[in-house]
């Protein structure tokens, strides 16, 4: 069946009943669960090459099983692998346990805002994998303003009383020429820059007809200009190198949110920044691929947050269990793997992709494609207003829903 299940595993999917009570544990015990066992699950692949490792199953797997015995399954069938493939497979991933904490060893790597939240985990998480890691973080606010030079102490201290290599910057990546100083220090401490992660960024929430320049200006510096500070100076070196990994932490805010205009366009713009990039680096072997997290951190999981989420429930604008479950908001430390990946040898050939990651789940953004077309060859290819507005809602727009349609004027409370 599967050589990472454990008999209570196995006895749970009895209790289940995906198979008739006692079989599992007779099974075990006969030692016929390993591969090709002939338990009632996919003898010809599909869950085996999806088993995780070390044997975390859950709801997923329970989830997997009921797909393969219901036979709703379809496309997993199609990526399934041969019997001989699988063992190779999961020889594999045995040996990539063993290499765990090597993956990145004698690497380079820059990690901004890398003082505190997901930066600081990431910091963590690349050291610990044996990359040398420049921890940029001035120490500001949430807001932008101020500083606190002891956060980026404070992670070096971290990384190096665990046996990792790592040095302080407190440069702001606003700043195109200290983004320059910050690739030099990756450079002159650990010999080359071979990843970049950016990870600062600040919130200035408002609705777009209270925002003002400065709260707009501020957010853009810091995540999308600060995002082509440092990736510009480290793309010089890299080029030389002809090699690297850039992953550039975005927002799923990117499509579009409420109050968060500025955040938002700078999300959505170093999306369009790394798949530039990508597509300039990828000749001189260097990927550049975007990270959309979600974990609870200061910029999240704030109490004025906190208060306003209480709010709405309160007032029925919100059910008790999307609260519930924004309440229980996983923390920093489930984003790492995601970026260790890409920046890791397994990641080489994956470049200008945006992906999602928190606890239990990853996802990949789709490409963003033109998804229908209409033409015109007559009258020199010229769409007249009347031709657009008879047949764009016809075709183009063909079961679109408005995100935000108009709604009445409220009336006014006296
Ligand atoms: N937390 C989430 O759920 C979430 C969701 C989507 C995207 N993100 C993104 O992930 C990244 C990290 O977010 P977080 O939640 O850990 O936030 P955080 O506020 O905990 O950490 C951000 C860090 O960036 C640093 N920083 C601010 N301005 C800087 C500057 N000019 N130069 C260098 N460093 C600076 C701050 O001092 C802070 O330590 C951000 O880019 C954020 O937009 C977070």
Same mark, same amino acid.
């Given at each position: ?108 790597? $820059? =990690?901004?805002? #890398? %003082?505190?939240?997901?930066? *600081?985990? @990431? ?9 040398? /890691? ?61 990843? $970049? =992660?950016?990870? #600062? %960024?600040?919130?200035?929430? *408002?609705? @777009? ?9 501020? /957010? ?73 997290? @979600? ?9 004025? /947050? ?109």
């Amino acid at each position: 069946m599967h050589d990472c299940f454990t008999i209570a595993e196995l006895t749970e999917y009895e209790a289940l009943g995906f198979c008739e009570r006692g079989r599992a544990v007779r099974e075990v015990e006969a030692g016929t669960f390993i591969l090709e066992g002939d338990l009632p699950v996919n003898t010809d692949g599909g869950l085996k090459a999806f088993g995780h490792p070390l044997g975390a199953t859950g709801l997923r797997m329970c989830n997997e099983l009921y797909l393969q015995l219901s036979a709703k399954f379809g496309w997993r069938m199609k990526r399934a692998r041969k019997p001989h493939q699988e063992k190779q497979k999961l020889f594999l991933l045995q040996e990539e346990v063993v290499r765990m904490g090597e993956r990145l060893k004698g690497k380079g790597a $820059v =990690v901004t805002g #890398a %003082g505190r939240g997901i930066g *600081r985990e @990431i910091a963590l998480a690349l050291a610990a994998e044996g990359a040398g /890691v420049v921890v940029v973080d001035p120490g500001a606010a949430r807001d932008g303003s101020g500083t606190d030079l002891a956060l980026a102490d404070q992670v070096v201290s971290e990384i190096k009383n665990g046996g990792g290599r790592a040095v302080a910057s407190f440069h702001s990546v606003t700043d195109f020429k200290a983004a320059e100083d910050i690739i030099k220090s990756c450079v002159d401490s650990f010999g080359s820059v071979d990843i $970049v =992660v950016n990870c #600062a %960024g600040i919130l200035r929430e *408002r609705m @777009i007809w209270n925002m003002t320049e400065d709260d707009w200006d501020s /957010v853009i510096a810091v995540h999308l200009k600060g995002t082509f500070n440092v990736c510009r100076h480290a793309c010089v070196k890299m080029r030389e190198q002809r090699s690297g990994r850039i992953i550039n932490l975005t927002s799923d805010a990117w499509r579009g949110t409420v109050g968060q205009s500025n955040y938002g366009s700078a999300k959505g713009g170093i999306v369009s920044l790394t798949r530039a990039i990508a597509r300039e680096m990828g000749r001189y072997g260097v990927t550049a691929n975007c990270v959309a997290p @979600i974990a609870a951190t200061r910029m999240t999981m704030t109490e004025e /947050v906190k208060a306003g989420m209480k709010k709405r429930l309160e007032s029925g604008l919100i059910t008790r269990e999307f609260y519930d479950s924004f309440m229980a908001m996983p923390g920093p430390e489930y984003v790492p793997p995601m970026v260790v990946y890409l920046a890791s040898e397994a990641a080489a050939n994956i470049n200008g992709r945006v992906f999602h990651i928190e606890k239990g789940r990853a996802a990949i953004y789709s490409e963003p494609v033109e998804t229908l077309a209409i033409y015109k060859i007559n009258d020199d290819g010229m769409f007249t207003v009347e031709e657009l507005a008879e047949f764009v809602p016809k075709t183009l727009l063909t079961g679109y829903v408005n995100p935000a349609p108009a709604e009445p004027p409220k009336e006014k409370k006296n």
